[in-house]
């Protein structure tokens, strides 16, 4: 038994969980540095070759691309596997193998010779055959016993033969319930030119597997989806054959400044365009300069497609709502930023916990709504610390869902840790790069620590990964006070502007105008934007400036000297009680 403490344990059965000789939860932040793990715990002596593994997991990729990606991961992967006086994975020259002497594997194990969970439930890697077709291999392996014995013994399974699945048979039907599915067609080549195939294919996929990491939209497997055309096929069949509710074609064309995208989100239910966009791409076709506009581009479709099932869910009339229909129907609430639709909204999301009391989805939206209830109460350190404890429990549930990072990073701040709110952003910003709010939230740090020209980047980024989000008066705003800390006034006021356009209530944002507008020196139009903060905000106080969460208490007192020069308080805001 002493032995077995001192083994890692490797959980393949249900969710992928690694745990490290002491018990300690190793966490993997690559999915495919998950996959790669598990592909050699199950193969025999734990060993795979590199060609092998850039086949499966890089096999979109030209070969040098493929063999640096492959590079990456081994680093990551031994920094976090190989802590003991024992290498765990050995990296060698062609091959690459881990020590199954060193690991208990549940998936090897004689109490599972009949598997009673699925194999890596809930897992894929979108876009990559090989991977799928091995997946499918093993879960088909694992719900039956070996046919041999020595199951305990470290060697990997005898894998046979799966045969390819039949499209036409829609193999993807279970799975998604009422989630709302997007698949992905292969971009269509209208410009003569055979060169660009590889640029269709390729902006294609990089949308599938950026996509896939948004955690609460599903999106359909490249070995599905690719078997359909850009414009062929009638977005309803899609729909039906794939089990997809949003379908989105895109089409390479000629035009006299260059290569145009253009792209098209259809409903595969009614078969109606939801939204459609162009983009023209740059001379350079490298991959550094084409991520920037699949970053966007996922912003945006996160955005749409986010809108499309609030409206869907807001319109459903039955009595007796579904799991997915309270969490659309709460997040309806939620973004009209109101306190009643708050109180609305956390009463769905409480209602989708108790059907679900697991759900990532659920305990994320909950924290949400936590959260814009203290920013708008100004809540306690107590009441944050609850929320803190709540975005935890939803990295638990989902450790690669970026928006449970981002809000437990959001409590940190609030609570004046700007180092460790600053790598909970970058986490999320690393596990899901066109998280627009992790950007702002990272920004909006950067200011609160009193670096406002470091805030500028991050907060643009944000207005361009999703132009049109209901929460673009924060990230404007935030960009008002970057340039007010700078002391750069006239833009100051402009984005402040900016901001009170897409929400007139914005306290915060009016608080700065004013501020930068006794810098420009113009207080008559200082008192009529005091006059419009009495308006939209009657309770107003310098209790609300005092809550802000900057590290340097300097900032408070220059926000509330500036209201209190246009109404000649010169009273400094009371220190919050911490």
């Not at 259809?266 to 365009?273: I, V």
């Not at 749409?304 to 229909?325: H, K, M, P, S, T």
């Not at 408070?556 to 220190?575: D, I, Q, W, Y």
Request: hydrophobic share 40%; aromatic share 8%.
């Amino acid at each position: 038994m002493a032995a077995l403490s001192r083994k890692f344990a490797l959980n393949l059965m249900g969710s992928f969980r690694l745990l490290g000789p002491e018990g300690e939860r190793i966490d993997i932040a690559s999915r495919k540095g998950m996959a790669m793990v598990a592909m050699l715990a199950l193969a025999e002596g734990g060993e795979r070759t590199r060609g092998w593994l850039q086949e499966k997991l890089w096999g979109q990729r030209d070969r040098p691309q493929a063999q640096g990606s492959l590079r990456r991961e081994l680093t990551h992967l031994r920094d976090h596997l190989n802590t003991g006086p024992k290498p765990l994975l050995i990296c060698e020259r062609q091959t690459v193998r881990l020590d199954l002497s060193q690991i208990d594997i549940d998936a090897l194990l004689p109490k599972h010779g009949v598997a009673t969970g699925d194999f890596l439930e809930g897992f894929d890697i979108a876009g990559e055959e090989g991977f799928e077709d091995w997946l499918r291999e093993q879960r088909s392996l694992l719900v039956r016993p070996p046919a041999r014995s020595g199951v305990g013994s470290g060697a990997g399974p005898t894998l046979a033969a799966v045969p390819m699945p039949d499209v036409e048979a829609a193999p993807l039907a279970t799975g998604f319930v009422d989630r709302p599915a997007l698949a992905i067609l292969p971009f269509a080549n209208l410009t003569e030119d055979e060169t660009h195939d590889y640029l269709c294919e390729g902006l294609s996929e990089d949308l599938i597997d950026r996509l896939s990491r948004l955690r609460w939209l599903p999106v359909i497997a490249r070995s599905s989806s690719f078997a359909f055309a850009s414009g062929r096929v009638d977005p309803r069949v899609i729909g039906q054959k794939l089990h997809a509710k949003y379908v989105l074609e895109g089409r390479l064309k000629r035009k006299k400044d260059g290569p145009v995208i253009a792209l098209s989100l259809s409903d595969a239910t009614s078969g109606y365009s939801l939204w459609s966009h162009r983009v023209p791409l740059p001379p350079d076709r490298s991959q550094d300069a084409l991520d920037p506009i699949v970053a966007e581009l996922v912003g945006v479709l996160d955005a749409q497609i986010d809108y499309a099932e609030q409206v869907r869910a807001r319109g459903n009339r039955q009595n007796r709502l579904e799991f997915n229909d309270l969490i659309w129907r709460g997040r309806w609430h939620l973004n009209r930023l109101t306190r009643a639709d708050s109180a609305m909204a956390q009463q769905l999301f409480e209602q989708a916990l108790e059907l679900e009391p697991e759900s990532p989805e659920a305990i994320i939206q909950q924290t949400f709504c936590l959260g814009w209830s203290l920013w708008a109460r100004r809540g306690s350190d107590a009441e944050v610390a609850e929320m803190r404890q709540l975005a935890h429990r939803a990295i638990v549930a989902d450790p690669d869902d970026g928006r449970g990072h981002m809000l437990a990073g959001i409590a940190e701040m609030w609570l004046r840790q700007p180092g460790r709110a600053r790598t909970l952003f970058e986490r999320a910003i690393a596990l899901n790069p066109s998280l627009c709010q992790a950007h702002a939230e990272l920004g909006c740090h950067y200011n609160l620590v009193g670096k406002p020209a470091q805030a500028i980047a991050p907060l643009r980024l944000a207005q361009r990964l999703s132009p049109n989000d209901v929460h673009s008066f924060f990230f404007i705003g935030e960009l008002a006070l970057s340039h007010w800390m700078l002391g750069k006034w006239a833009e100051a006021i402009d984005h402040a502007d900016q901001s009170l356009v897409r929400r007139p209530a914005y306290w915060y944002a009016l608080v700065i105008k004013i501020n930068a507008l006794v810098g420009s020196g113009d207080l008559e139009a200082a008192r009529r934007a005091h006059d419009e903060l009495l308006t939209v905000t009657p309770d107003f106080t310098p209790a609300f400036i005092d809550w802000t969460p900057f590290i340097d208490r300097a900032w408070n007192r220059r926000l509330a000297e500036g209201v209190a020069a246009v109404t000649g308080e010169n009273k400094p805001a009371s220190r919050r009680r911490r």
